[in-house]
């Protein structure tokens, strides 16, 4: 592979989903801008998202950002840093008005405002009942905040580079000074020489065996910033998202029960009024995946098997919406156009109207709480003393702000990469204004080549499919819903001795020109160096918080566990931890009822 360019801008994002994207926009505004990605922009998973973005407009009943701020709070199992849960919640209900003035087409009330829908743990803080504050565009929430800002972006002449793939970042001392990618249809390596680089490159779902993920969410932003000596926050968080459909991993939004939708085990119970008897099917979602879970596991699935219903018909919606005193029913409809995509995906993939028949689910893994320490503008943090690395930011899924804590709310995600993006776009711009552009070191790409190099010259060794099912079987089997010291230490064991084979995984496609191949191995090495990770921070935390479930620690401890893990890469594993302190505010721990 030889170099054919290097391209000079102020700043280089990686990632073209909602977080980089609105970080390119409101940077562009003062600054040259480039954003590269691996998948042609509109295509990003943001587009995926379908429920709603959350903000407290109270534009149907009273709502307060105080009230979101708790919910997050209370739903992140206190692990959250409170003064970043006030931005998001305040900033959030600006940025909505925001995205409604660029064009972005909301479903509306009756009288005109923006549509909002309950979601589960968005509760009014005075009667503990659910709150319409998930704004939306059908459930097509996400493609619309894609679309809407890409456009903004074409408009405001940000340079896009897609079906790039950035493989490194060029980190000298406490500075960054670009990236290097690989240019996937040509399979030539470009070096991107900027005063400051954000990775927005989204999460890692793909490390377990059922996933809401799109196939490119391998982590490579993550990873990347790992072997450049950036520590991973709170790893051992990752939210399984309580109804994908059964063995696809496709996900059914939470909507569906916003909109009325239940769980049904095989017994015909709504088995939610057990667990959460308030808030019930709309309780948050880690409380949820368990609940089916144990209900899986107590052989009452339907039929024994390993999935419940989920039931969104209007005869059992209204029983259920008369047997609580809401004074409210829905029709076929209504469901029809609340929730088109949803239909039209249980009808292409299971051959089930969901206005006629409960659709089949189980838990699927879906959003990494953990990621890249930041600060509240996006700066990139390198230790608990929360030094920071220079020109270095990160936001959107691949960032630990930490908003989400040990478990995020439904809708705070785009939350979240249109408040911090903005930020992260402006301090960056703010930032290339005050730095002169400092030299490339030499030849920055040498590493990177000759980790290709070795990938493509081996013979004999495993395929990159093969390692990626074990990990993925080990990953769901060991640290999936529940886990224990037991089942992590095994999944570590085999992550290690995936690790090893992975030296020598063999690709057959040997040549240049799109090598896909080629850079699906190089993800897997990402995928298995966040899957170790993972691992490793969640052995080392003996409590259960949020999507952490150790059943041999089965109680949340404050006391010793209060505190968010950094997980740092010494040369050659092994993974170094330590341990930062939550920032409190408002809210002090209690137990969590739902
Ligand atoms: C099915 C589904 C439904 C969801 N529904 C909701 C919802 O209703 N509400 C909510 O709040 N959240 C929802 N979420 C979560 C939310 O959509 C995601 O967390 C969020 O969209 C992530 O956005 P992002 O900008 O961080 O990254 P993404 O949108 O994932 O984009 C990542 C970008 O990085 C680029 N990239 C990655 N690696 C590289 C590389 N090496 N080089 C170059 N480019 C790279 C990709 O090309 C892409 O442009 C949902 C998620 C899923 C999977």
Redesign the pocket.
């Known amino acids: 592979m030889t170099i054919v360019h290097t391209h000079t801008f102020d700043a280089v994002i ?7 994207l609105m970080a390119a926009l409101y940077a562009s505004r003062e600054a040259d801008v480039a954003v ?4 042609y ?1 509109t295509r ?3 587009g ?7 903000a407290a407009l109270g534009n149907m009943e009273e709502d307060r950002w105080e009230w979101h701020a708790y919910d997050t709070v209370k739903g992140s199992d206190y692990l959250a840093d409170q003064d970043a849960v006030d931005i998001l919640c305040q900033d959030a209900i600006d940025v909505v008005i925001e995205l409604e003035h660029m064009g972005l087409p909301f479903d509306r009330f009756p009288n005109g405002r923006i549509s909002q829908r309950r979601f589960g743990g968005h509760t009014n803080n005075e009667t503990g009942r659910p709150v319409m504050r998930a704004c939306h565009a059908a459930d097509r ?2 493609h619309m905040i894609l679309q809407t800002l890409y456009q903004q972006c074409i408009k405001n002449k940000v340079n896009f580079f897609d079906e ?4 490194d970042l060029i980190r000298v001392g406490n500075e960054v000074r670009g990236v290097v ?1 690989v240019e996937i249809t040509t399979g030539e390596l470009h070096i991107f020489h900027s005063k400051a680089v954000m990775f ?4 890692w ?1 793909r490390c377990w065996e059922v996933t ?3 196939h ?2 391998t982590g ?2 993550a990873a990347i910033c790992l072997r450049r000596g950036v520590p991973l926050q709170d790893m051992e968080f990752f939210q399984f998202h309580p109804t994908g459909i059964f063995k696809l991993g496709i ?1 059914i ?1 939470e909507g569906v029960r916003g909109e009325g939708g239940v769980l049904i085990n095989g017994q015909g119970e709504r088995f939610m009024t057990r667990y959460a008897p308030n808030i019930k099917d709309l309780a948050s979602r880690d409380v949820v995946s368990r609940a089916i879970y144990l209900e899986i596991m107590a052989g009452r699935g339907i039929n024994g098997k390993n999935y419940v219903h989920l039931d969104v018909t209007p005869e059992t919606v209204n029983k259920y919406f008369a047997e609580d005193g809401e004074d409210r029913r829905i029709t076929r409809e209504h469901i029809e156009a609340k929730l088109p995509d949803i239909a039209d995906f249980t009808r292409t993939y299971l051959g089930i109207d969901p206005t006629r028949e409960p659709m089949p689910i189980q838990p699927t893994a ?2 990494a709480m953990g990621g890249i320490p930041t600060d509240v503008d996006g700066r990139v943090l390198l230790d608990a003393q929360k030094t920071v690395l220079n020109g270095l930011y990160a936001a ?3 960032a630990c702000v930490s908003v989400h804590g040990a478990n995020r709310l ?6 979240d ?1 249109v408040v911090f993006g903005r930020r992260a776009g402006k301090h960056m711009a703010q930032y290339c204004k005050e730095r002169p552009l400092e030299p490339l070191p030499t030849n920055p790409a040498k590493e990177i080549m000759d980790t290709l190099a070795q990938i493509r010259q081996n013979e004999d060794g495993a395929r990159p499919y093969e390692l990626r099912q074990r990990m993925q079987k080990s990953m769901t089997a060991g640290v999936g819903v529940f886990r224990t010291q037991e089942t992590i230490s095994q999944t570590l064991a085999e992550l290690r001795a995936l690790r090893e084979a992975y030296k020598t995984v063999t690709i057959t496609d040997k040549g240049k020109v799109f090598n896909s191949d080629l850079l699906e191995a190089w993800e897997l090495g990402c995928l298995l160096e966040l899957a170790e990770v993972t691992a490793v921070s969640a052995l080392a935390r003996t409590e259960s918080r949020g999507g952490h479930a150790r059943d041999d620690y089965p109680e949340r401890d404050d006391v010793n566990w209060l505190k968010h893990t950094l997980c740092h890469k010494e040369a050659e594993g092994p993974y170094r931890l330590e341990y930062k302190p939550v920032t409190m505010g408002r809210y002090q721990p209690k137990a969590r009822v739902y």
Do not use: C
């Open positions: 990686v990632g073209a989903g909602g977080a980089g590269i990605s691996k998948l922009p990003s998973h943001t995926a998202a379908q429920g709603g973005v959350g929430t996400g790039f793939q950035v493989l990618a927005a490159t989204g999460g779902g809401s993920n799109a490119s969410l490579d932003g996900l939004t879906h959003y959107g899924e691949v439904g809708t705070n995600s785009l939350t990469l």
